[in-house]
Protein backbone atom coordinates (compact mmCIF):
# COMPACT_ATOMS: atom_id res chain seq x y z
CA UNK A 1 0.00 0.00 0.00
CA UNK A 2 2.57 2.41 0.85
CA UNK A 3 3.95 2.53 -3.18
CA UNK A 4 0.89 2.91 -4.11
CA UNK A 5 0.14 6.96 -2.73
CA UNK A 6 3.77 7.88 -4.97
CA UNK A 7 2.19 6.19 -8.12
CA UNK A 8 -0.79 8.24 -7.27
CA UNK A 9 1.09 11.34 -7.36
CA UNK A 10 2.85 10.87 -10.43
CA UNK A 11 -0.28 9.92 -12.32
CA UNK A 12 -2.02 13.28 -11.04
CA UNK A 13 -0.75 15.75 -13.49
CA UNK A 14 -1.39 13.12 -16.29
CA UNK A 15 -4.97 12.09 -15.15
CA UNK A 16 -5.63 15.99 -14.95
CA UNK A 17 -5.10 16.62 -19.01
CA UNK A 18 -7.81 14.43 -19.14
CA UNK A 19 -10.52 16.39 -17.93
CA UNK A 20 -13.59 17.32 -20.13
CA UNK A 21 -13.40 20.67 -22.30
CA UNK A 22 -16.31 22.90 -22.51
CA UNK A 23 -17.80 23.20 -26.03
CA UNK A 24 -18.26 26.69 -27.24
CA UNK A 25 -18.69 26.15 -30.38
CA UNK A 26 -22.09 27.12 -31.77
CA UNK A 27 -23.88 25.80 -34.58
CA UNK A 28 -23.40 27.45 -38.06
CA UNK A 29 -26.86 27.72 -39.91
CA UNK A 30 -26.26 27.48 -43.77
CA UNK A 31 -29.11 27.95 -46.47
CA UNK A 32 -28.94 25.53 -49.67
CA UNK A 33 -31.70 26.58 -51.88
CA UNK A 34 -33.12 28.45 -53.22
CA UNK A 35 -29.18 29.17 -54.52
CA UNK A 36 -29.97 32.75 -54.50
CA UNK A 37 -30.10 32.54 -50.84
CA UNK A 38 -34.16 33.54 -50.43
CA UNK A 39 -35.44 35.40 -53.87
CA UNK A 40 -37.95 32.66 -55.24
CA UNK A 41 -39.70 33.45 -58.43
CA UNK A 42 -42.96 32.61 -56.52
CA UNK A 43 -44.59 33.63 -53.47
CA UNK A 44 -44.38 29.76 -51.99
CA UNK A 45 -41.28 27.61 -51.96
CA UNK A 46 -38.76 25.48 -50.00
CA UNK A 47 -36.34 26.96 -48.04
CA UNK A 48 -33.46 23.81 -47.34
CA UNK A 49 -30.50 24.08 -45.38
CA UNK A 50 -28.44 22.22 -42.84
CA UNK A 51 -26.79 23.34 -39.17
CA UNK A 52 -23.43 22.14 -38.55
CA UNK A 53 -22.11 21.77 -34.78
CA UNK A 54 -19.58 19.89 -33.59
CA UNK A 55 -21.46 17.80 -30.63
CA UNK A 56 -24.81 17.48 -32.51
CA UNK A 57 -27.67 19.56 -32.93
CA UNK A 58 -30.70 18.99 -31.21
CA UNK A 59 -33.06 21.79 -32.36
CA UNK A 60 -34.06 24.34 -34.99
CA UNK A 61 -36.33 26.74 -34.92
CA UNK A 62 -38.03 29.34 -37.97
CA UNK A 63 -39.79 31.92 -35.89
CA UNK A 64 -39.56 30.57 -32.70
CA UNK A 65 -41.24 27.14 -33.63
CA UNK A 66 -39.13 24.28 -33.81
CA UNK A 67 -39.68 22.04 -37.26
CA UNK A 68 -38.40 18.81 -38.09
CA UNK A 69 -34.56 17.73 -38.36
CA UNK A 70 -34.29 14.91 -41.48
CA UNK A 71 -32.88 11.57 -40.12
CA UNK A 72 -29.22 11.47 -40.20
CA UNK A 73 -26.48 12.94 -38.74
CA UNK A 74 -27.25 15.41 -35.56
CA UNK A 75 -23.34 16.94 -36.06
CA UNK A 76 -24.60 17.87 -39.94
CA UNK A 77 -28.78 18.25 -39.44
CA UNK A 78 -30.59 18.65 -42.39
CA UNK A 79 -33.65 20.93 -42.35
CA UNK A 80 -36.52 22.50 -44.74
CA UNK A 81 -39.92 24.29 -44.41
CA UNK A 82 -42.08 26.37 -46.68
CA UNK A 83 -41.48 30.13 -47.27
CA UNK A 84 -44.73 31.41 -47.81
CA UNK A 85 -44.20 35.83 -48.77
CA UNK A 86 -46.89 38.17 -48.64
CA UNK A 87 -46.07 40.83 -50.18
CA UNK A 88 -42.88 41.19 -52.07
CA UNK A 89 -40.59 40.45 -49.49
CA UNK A 90 -39.71 39.43 -46.41
CA UNK A 91 -37.64 36.90 -43.60
CA UNK A 92 -37.55 34.41 -41.42
CA UNK A 93 -35.12 33.84 -37.93
CA UNK A 94 -33.96 30.37 -38.26
CA UNK A 95 -32.53 29.19 -35.02
CA UNK A 96 -30.40 26.00 -33.95
CA UNK A 97 -29.42 24.67 -30.38
CA UNK A 98 -26.95 21.85 -29.32
CA UNK A 99 -26.38 19.18 -27.04
CA UNK A 100 -24.57 21.80 -24.48
CA UNK A 101 -27.29 24.83 -24.94
CA UNK A 102 -25.05 26.83 -27.71
CA UNK A 103 -28.01 28.79 -29.63
CA UNK A 104 -27.23 30.53 -33.14
CA UNK A 105 -29.30 32.89 -35.23
CA UNK A 106 -29.61 33.76 -38.97
CA UNK A 107 -32.08 36.38 -40.09
CA UNK A 108 -32.91 35.04 -43.79
CA UNK A 109 -34.04 37.92 -46.18
CA UNK A 110 -36.45 36.56 -48.63
CA UNK A 111 -37.46 38.12 -51.73
CA UNK A 112 -40.17 37.71 -55.00
CA UNK A 113 -37.89 38.14 -57.85
CA UNK A 114 -39.93 37.48 -61.42
CA UNK A 115 -37.80 39.94 -63.31
CA UNK A 116 -35.58 37.72 -65.86
CA UNK A 117 -31.65 38.24 -66.53
CA UNK A 118 -30.45 40.28 -68.98
CA UNK A 119 -28.27 38.87 -71.54
CA UNK A 120 -25.93 41.23 -73.87
CA UNK A 121 -23.30 40.11 -76.68
CA UNK A 122 -20.76 42.47 -76.67
CA UNK A 123 -19.02 40.71 -79.09
CA UNK A 124 -18.88 37.92 -81.40
CA UNK A 125 -16.38 36.25 -83.80
CA UNK A 126 -15.65 32.94 -86.53
CA UNK A 127 -12.43 31.38 -87.40
CA UNK A 128 -13.39 28.35 -89.44
CA UNK A 129 -16.00 26.51 -87.29
CA UNK A 130 -14.93 28.26 -84.04
CA UNK A 131 -17.34 30.63 -82.60
CA UNK A 132 -15.72 32.98 -79.36
CA UNK A 133 -18.78 34.99 -77.78
CA UNK A 134 -18.07 37.47 -75.20
CA UNK A 135 -20.29 39.10 -73.52
CA UNK A 136 -22.56 40.31 -70.40
CA UNK A 137 -25.26 39.11 -68.52
CA UNK A 138 -27.14 41.14 -65.77
CA UNK A 139 -29.53 40.80 -63.21
CA UNK A 140 -31.36 43.03 -60.64
CA UNK A 141 -30.72 39.98 -57.72
CA UNK A 142 -27.83 38.13 -58.33
CA UNK A 143 -27.08 36.11 -62.22
CA UNK A 144 -26.34 32.45 -60.85
CA UNK A 145 -25.09 30.57 -64.26
CA UNK A 146 -24.20 31.66 -67.80
CA UNK A 147 -24.83 28.36 -70.20
CA UNK A 148 -23.83 28.46 -74.04
CA UNK A 149 -24.39 25.33 -76.16
CA UNK A 150 -25.32 23.47 -72.95
CA UNK A 151 -21.87 23.90 -70.90
CA UNK A 152 -22.51 26.02 -68.31
CA UNK A 153 -19.64 28.16 -67.63
CA UNK A 154 -17.35 28.85 -64.74
CA UNK A 155 -18.41 32.23 -63.48
CA UNK A 156 -18.52 34.20 -59.94
CA UNK A 157 -22.09 35.15 -59.44
CA UNK A 158 -23.16 38.63 -58.98
CA UNK A 159 -25.67 41.23 -60.18
CA UNK A 160 -23.03 41.83 -63.68
CA UNK A 161 -21.04 38.79 -64.71
CA UNK A 162 -18.68 39.11 -67.65
CA UNK A 163 -18.27 36.42 -69.79
CA UNK A 164 -16.18 35.00 -72.69
CA UNK A 165 -16.98 31.21 -74.32
CA UNK A 166 -15.79 29.70 -77.48
CA UNK A 167 -18.05 26.89 -79.30
CA UNK A 168 -18.67 25.50 -82.69
CA UNK A 169 -20.71 25.78 -85.57
CA UNK A 170 -23.03 28.57 -87.05
CA UNK A 171 -24.33 30.38 -83.84
CA UNK A 172 -23.84 30.06 -80.28
CA UNK A 173 -27.28 29.06 -78.23
CA UNK A 174 -27.07 31.55 -74.43
CA UNK A 175 -28.57 30.70 -71.65
CA UNK A 176 -28.56 32.95 -68.60
CA UNK A 177 -29.82 32.53 -64.92
CA UNK A 178 -30.70 34.01 -61.85
CA UNK A 179 -31.09 33.45 -58.25
CA UNK A 180 -34.43 32.66 -58.12
CA UNK A 181 -34.21 30.58 -61.49
CA UNK A 182 -35.82 33.27 -63.97
CA UNK A 183 -34.07 32.48 -67.38
CA UNK A 184 -32.98 34.32 -70.24
CA UNK A 185 -32.44 32.70 -73.60
CA UNK A 186 -30.41 34.15 -76.93
CA UNK A 187 -29.30 32.74 -80.06
CA UNK A 188 -25.94 34.96 -80.68
CA UNK A 189 -25.12 35.00 -84.11
CA UNK A 190 -23.62 37.41 -87.18
Same mark, same amino acid.
Given at each position: ?????????????????????????????????????????????????????????????????????? %????????????????????????????????????????????? %???????????????????????????????????????????????????????????????????????????
Amino acid at each position: MRRAAPVLLLLAPLLGGCARTTDTFRPRIVVTSPDGGGVSQSRSFTVQGYVLDDQGVTQVTVDGKAIPIK %PGSYKIANFAFQAQIEGARGQYTIGARDKAGNKSTLVLPVAVDST %PPAVKVTRFERSGNVIRVTGVATDNSRVTQVIVDGNRLNITPGTRVDFYAETTGSYADLQVVDGAGNVTKLRARQ
